[in-house]
């Protein structure tokens, strides 16, 4: 996208109305929270639509793969037959058995072969699959450390993580404010684990989205006159051995397939029960 030198040259996209309804006090304070990525222009109602597509906040690699997702993954499976599954069992944390490399993806076995064909019993997802395939070409092996960062704090995540926080963390903590479930669906269904409170949080579990990136879900409890917070974070290693795009498809695509459980399952239950 192109790269704003200041605040004032997003100020200057603005309808200068200071009307409000992004939730800042004037539309300078909101330039100033877009250019510091607190903030994602998207968010000012009145902004022209081809304004915000132009000055997208979307990366253009991620557009792309968004935009066509068959073809990228068609372009992965055929890098596949250029590497050797066996030796990537043991950088990558999985078996090779029969010709085939497999891997656990959330707990469930993602196997590839020679030709780049994924078979699993699970419906395969475009999330899942090209991270997965970027995990078996390009993961380095580096085993987590148990040390977590946002994703902000990953290698050329700042410039995404407005986009993140709202397509996966604020997806997320509206599911766990209004799914009571929420949590114990994700270890149970998820093969997931809930751990000590970490950074003081109420509530944290780690997904294993793959075998050596792990994902860290923490929760904060509403308080009085403080509203809950949800973050996710990912260990420190976690871009050795994934990029950021597929980093960011993991976090996007667990929210998104979290909604769809609450949908199905918890909110209308939650609700009637009086939470």
């Known amino acids: 996208m192109p790269k704003f030198q200041n605040a004032m040259s997003i100020f200057q996209l603005l309808d200068k109305s200071n009307c409000r309804l992004c939730g800042e006090k004037t539309c300078m304070a909101f330039a100033g929270a877009v250019f510091t990525g607190r903030r994602s222009l998207s968010e000012c109602p009145r902004l022209d639509r081809n304004i915000i597509e132009t000055f997208s906040e979307v990366p253009q690699d991620q557009r792309d793969t968004e935009q066509n997702p068959d073809d990228f993954i068609e372009q992965l499976k055929n890098k596949i037959r250029d590497i050797d599954l066996k030796a990537a069992a ?24 020679p030709a780049g064909v994924i078979s699993t019993d699970i419906h395969v997802n475009h999330w899942i699959t090209a991270p997965f395939l970027n995990y078996v070409l390009h993961g380095r092996g580096v085993e987590p450390t148990g040390n977590w960062l946002s994703f902000r704090e990953l290698a050329n995540g700042k410039e995404r993580y407005p986009l993140f926080k709202k397509r996966c963390e604020e997806q997320m903590k509206q599911v766990a404010d209004n799914y009571t479930e929420f949590f114990d669906d994700m270890v149970h269904i998820f093969s997931g684990k809930q751990v000590d409170p970490v950074f003081q949080s109420d509530i944290s579990v780690i997904l294993s989205p793959l075998p050596k990136v792990p994902v860290m879900v923490c929760y904060w409890l509403p ?35 979290f909604t769809r459980l609450a949908q199905r399952h918890g909110v209308t239950r939650a609700s009637g029960a009086g939470h």
Not at 240 to 248: E, H, K, P, T, V
């Open 223 to 257: 308080e009085e006159g403080m509203q809950s917070t949800l973050n996710v974070f990912f260990d420190q290693t976690a871009d050795q051995n994934l990029d950021i795009g597929s980093i960011f498809s993991i976090g996007a695509g667990l929210s998104q397939m």
């Open 90 to 113: 043991t950088r990558t944390g999985g078996r090779y058995e029969n010709d085939r490399l497999i891997i656990k993806v959330m707990g469930k076995d993602f196997s590839v072969n």
